[in-house]
């Protein structure tokens, strides 16, 4: 969704880059029809997405081009761009996870929504895996993980978040309205350069 693209380089990697940090910008974008499972497209009474026009008939070559030339002209120091024809694949459950509820937010295992969300989980990361090999860790003081889902209303200011031992996240609510859970969210996570390794593999 290069949308959200747009936002992300304007309120996220360009203030930092005004604020003299070097700005390294990793995306990875699956080809298929979004979250699909199977040949069930994504669904809901809150959601109903359609393609992008101005990106409905854009080859991933040129898709890629574009993302690469607009993060650097707001400043991204070095950007890579990975593409996934399809979903990244899962392992198969084991029987008793399936038989049962688990911590995975009130969906039981087993199900689509679930099936997506241990998706999104494996090609985080392989994407942290893959940011890896083109940049080691250690030299980052931060990592910032977004959602292709995330909107900016402002500009996102990292000197909020010094710590480079923590992890800084807070629960999103549905549209407008407060999460009712204290937990993290991953929407948005912030992580210090010295635990993003453990909390992304």
Known sequence: RCCSCAWTWRHVVAPAARAGNEVDYYAMLSLQSTASVGNDPFKAWWNHPVPNPSMANVSANDLTEYIVRHARHFGARRVTVFTLRTDYPIDELPPQLVRRRTSFGKHQAGTKTFVRDL???????????????????????????????????????????????????????????????????????????????????
Request: aromatic share 10%.
């Open 119 to 201: 998706q999104r989980l494996k090609q985080i990361e392989l994407l942290w895996n893959l940011t890896l090999g083109a940049s080691p860790t250690h030299e980052y003081q931060q990592v910032l993980l977004l959602r292709d889902d995330a909107f900016w209303a402002g500009d996102v200011h990292l000197r909020l978040f010094p710590d480079p031992w923590t992890v800084y996240s807070r629960p999103f609510g549905f549209l407008c309205v407060d999460s009712p859970t204290d937990g993290p969210d991953d929407k948005a996570l912030v992580m210090g350069g010295q635990v993003a390794g453990g909390i992304l593999t």
